[in-house]
């Protein structure tokens, strides 16, 4: 039996290997070897997803998380790599644009396993980003690129990617996003705990480097929440990452003296459940841009540019960086019931589907 060997290690990657996985398993033929890098360690983060989602336990689970990017990238590869030369798997799966991404990628290509990746073709142009760093050089090193937009399609096309490595099987997310919305459960004792009631909130993560590493940014945010939050609860799942900034700039307890409720990360069906709830999103996650969209709530992006460019054309997502008070609570406002243009963009909820019925054809 052919055998592949996924590699997952944040939160968004267990959202999205959720629906493939479930597809291998469906489909049958192809035995799926699952493996977590350990960059997204708490429960909330990572073991939650595993549960809620189905997702197995992974075989081997490395626990590499913290450090540095290039540290973590380091000791991740070297872990792939023995993990590799153990499983000898056919292909090598990965997801988006994570350090783990990058690491699993490159791990398999030195071995001369081919490598696969979902999510692929996404730029947001901006190199300063590490999401972007991973993202180009996962691509350019991998045989099958599935490409969740139209526009993603594009950008591989006129790298000079040949397209019959490219297949456009739509977007993971979304998969999950509709079976998600099927299992639709109460949301009344979450919207209670929290003391917020349906349409009546903003719904704000942070987390990106850009803004978390910026103190300035991170100021801009806090203020600008703190002023939205006078007149509409603002609900915030706070990531590590963020709660830990905030604390090291001294802005945490201005925004605990405000009235945004700062909560825990939550799972991903309360996440859901809070999104579709939400009045407006404020984000500057990628996979919360598309959420938003899914669910119809228009969304507020706190970034200078995004990969996931037609949410911006068709009006579903504003941008709008971190760099000034008033615009962004001006922009919020100005938010609260637009809808975007009526299309689809993320394909039929099938990627899933389509990403293991190709990979089963080609590795025969
Ligand atoms: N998410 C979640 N709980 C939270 C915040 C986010 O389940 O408290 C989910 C969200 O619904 C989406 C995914 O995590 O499916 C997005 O992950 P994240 O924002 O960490 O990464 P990005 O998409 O920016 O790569």
Known sequence: MKSILTVVGARPQFVKASVVSRAFREAGGIREVLVHTGQHFDSNMSDIFFDEL??????????????????????????????????????????????????????????????????????SFNLRMPEEVNRVMTDRISSWLFTPTAAAYD????????????????????????LAAQRAESN??????????????????????????????????????????????????????????????GLFDLLTSSKVRVIDPVGYL?????????????????????EAYFFKVPCVTLRDETEWVELVETRWNRLTPPTDVDRIVETVLASHGAQGRDIELYGNGDAARKIVAKLATDLG
Not at 82 to 105: C, F, H, I, K, M
Not at 270 to 290: F, H, N, P, R, W
Request: glycine share 10%; charged share 15%.
């Open 54 to 123: 189905a997702l197995p336990d992974p075989a081997y689970n490395l626990g590499i998380g913290g450090g540095h990017h290039g540290a973590m990238t380091g000791q991740m590869l070297a872990a792939i790599e023995q993990v590799l030369l153990a499983e000898r798997p056919d292909a090598v799966l990965v997801y988006g644009d994570t350090n783990s991404t990058l690491a699993g990628a490159l791990a398999a290509v030195k071995l001369h396993i081919r490598v696969a990746h979902v999510e692929a073709g996404l730029r």
């Open 155 to 178: 950008n591989l096309f006129r790298e000079g990617v040949n397209a019959n490595q490219i297949t456009a099987t739509g977007d993971v997310m979304y998969d999950v996003a509709r």
């Open 188 to 249: 009344a004792a979450l919207f209670s705990s929290i003391g917020v009631s349906s349409g009546g909130y903003l719904l704000v993560t942070v987390h990106r480097a850009e803004n978390t590493d910026d103190a300035a940014r991170l100021r801009v945010i806090v203020a600008a929440l703190s002023v939205l939050a006078q007149t509409s609860p603002v609900v915030w799942p706070m990531h590590p990452r963020t709660r830990s900034a905030l604390h090291k700039t």
């Open 270 to 290: 309360d996440m859901v459940k809070l999104e579709t709830g939400a009045s407006v999103i404020v984000t500057d996650s990628g996979g919360v841009q598309k």
